[in-house]
Structure formats: C-alpha cells, structure tokens
C-alpha cells in the first residue's frame, strides 16, 4: 500500500500547544484526506484520546500543563496506538527518552512534510496486522507463545500487549529465527529508515527482554555486537 491510501480516513490526534504548528499540520493532514482533532493541552489531550480513539497521536513534549513525556506514558498505558512525538528538542536523550515512555517514533520539527508523512504512514502500517508472516508463524515452548496471525503474545499463560512497534520488531526477528538480523535491515523493516539512530532498536529490545526474560532462564533476543539481533528459540520449542 502507498502512503496515501496508509493515511486516506485515517483520524489523528495532535496535542500541541502551539496554535499556528497545529493549524499547518491539520491543513496538510486533511489535504491528504485524514481526520484531525487537535488539543492545546495535556489534560485536553487525554480527555480527546477516550473520546475519539484516534489512529495516530502526534505528540510535543513542551506543553503548557503536563510534559509530553507523561502524557505519552499515560496514552501508552490506555492503548498500543501508534505515538509520534514531534518536538523542537533535538538532542539525543531527548529521543530516547521518547522511546522509553513508549513513543513509536520522534519527529523534530524542522522534518519535511514528505518526511512526516512517509513516517505517519510508517508509524500506522506498523499497528495494522503483521506483514511478515511466513509458514511458521507461531512459537511455543512452554514458558513462551507467539502467533503472528492471531496477534496474540503470552508468557507463562500470560496475555500481554504490546505496542506496535514492539509487535513489528518481534515480528521482523522471529521471521529470521535463529539468524541475526542487521540493524539496517531492523531499521528499515521497523521503521521505514535504515538511518535511523540505532538507539532505537535497544530501546525496544529492552522493552521486550523485560517482558520475555523475567526469569532469566533464557535469553531469547541475543545482540551480536555490532551487526544485529537474533531470535534464539528453545530446544524444545514448537515452530
């Protein structure tokens, strides 16, 4: 699918306090046929979120109310919508930090509007079902199961959310079990960019090691230092 038929009735929530950034994403949000809400703060922002149930949330951090930092973290634990923060702030921490409280992807706001766009696009095809389904499309060892089709992750018994940039990397890794995956490979795959800082990968493989290994009795998501990530199943396990 092309970015514009991604993005085509697509609702979006923007929470900036700035009027005049609003105004020109929402003039080039709905010139590309998608449904924008905006809110001015914080607070406002969540209150849209329950009411509307947006596709996508565009997030700043420097909000008149509430940092955006805890605003992402409160809409990651209502629902695994796809969150982008779009922020003046350029420095490295500041993108990680974004990650850490479960944004899917930062945007500075000196990106182009292509940019945005191809990221936004990007950021939903994530959240829709897997495209990286194969013939094995399902894991299970006991402690561990993974279906692809059903969307479905538990651990001992376990139903657990993730969101959809968690889902896409699990998805990417486990479609190469057993072999390492490069970064640049993760980095397109996940992201749409191969450029992107590689920050972004470890900030979600600790975010699933944290809900895979917890009792340490396997290390699933093994790093090879400086080329990339394997999956590594069980003995045991049904693939």
């Known amino acids: 699918m092309t970015t514009q038929e991604i993005l085509n009735g697509r609702t979006v929530l923007i929470i900036d306090d700035n009027i005049e950034i609003c105004a020109l994403m929402t003039s080039l949000l709905t010139s590309r046929k998608m449904e924008v809400y905006t809110a ?3 607070e406002m922002g969540l209150v849209m979120f329950k009411q509307k149930q947006p596709d996508l949330v565009i997030l700043d951090i420097m909000l008149p109310d509430v940092q955006g930092w805890e605003i992402c973290h409160r809409l990651r634990e209502l629902s695994t919508v796809p969150i982008i923060i779009y922020s003046a702030l350029r420095e490295a921490a500041a993108v990680v930090r974004g990650l850490e409280y479960g944004a899917d992807d930062y945007i500075r706001k000196s990106t182009t509007n292509m940019e945005i766009l191809a990221r936004m696009s990007a950021a939903i095809r994530r959240a829709m079902q897997p495209a990286y389904l194969q013939e094995k499309n ?4 006991g402690y561990l199961l993974i279906n692809l ?3 479905l992750f538990q651990v001992k018994g376990k ?3 993730l969101s959809p940039t968690e889902w896409a990397l699990l998805n990417c890794l486990y479609a190469h079990c057993g072999q390492v995956v490069n970064y640049k490979h993760i980095l397109d795959t996940v992201w749409g960019d191969e450029d992107k800082p590689i920050n972004y990968i470890h900030v979600y493989l600790t975010h699933l090691r944290n809900n895979l ?3 340490g009795e396997h290390r699933y998501l093994e790093t090879v230092s400086r080329v990339g990530v394997r999956f590594v199943p069980k003995e045991d396990a049904v693939v």
């Not at 399902?138 to 060892?141: F, H, I, P, T």
């Open 40 to 42: 001015y703060t914080g």
């Open 213 to 215: 290994e917890g009792n």
């Open 138 to 141: 399902s894991y299970d060892d």
């Open 149 to 151: 089709e059903q969307r």
């Open 159 to 161: 139903v657990i959310d």
